[in-house]
């Protein structure tokens, strides 16, 4: 671990000192670290190499009465079985289901994922979440 020293205006300090006390940290470098780990994994997300390994967590909201949705979308997570850690499934009202897949693979492979599952007619709400693979 490397110790760092860090200037911030007073405004800046102020407000992490109560991101530390409303987060209850035990003190500002673990909210530091956190921050930076936040920062990391929205980078990866955003621009981070396609080959890289990350774990994705992909929310969504469907009609399960739309006409074969359900069982695409099934197909789509059977045609990519390897990077399926688990499903959850919830039933919503009585024409929406919310679906979250935890996925793990190369991130590119994961954003076609669920591109091909928010572009589904029918599906309307869809969220990915990407992290970089900590064993990886």
Known sequence: MQRITIS????????LDAHVAGKGYANRSEAVRDLIREMVAREVAATGDAAQTGIGVLSYIFDHERRDLARRLTHTHH??????LSTLHLHLDHHNCLEVAVLRGPVGEIRAVADQVTAERGVTFGDLRLVADPAK
């Open 79 to 84: 045609d990519h079985h390897v990077m399926n």
């Open 8 to 15: 911030l205006e007073d405004e800046l300090a102020e407000a």
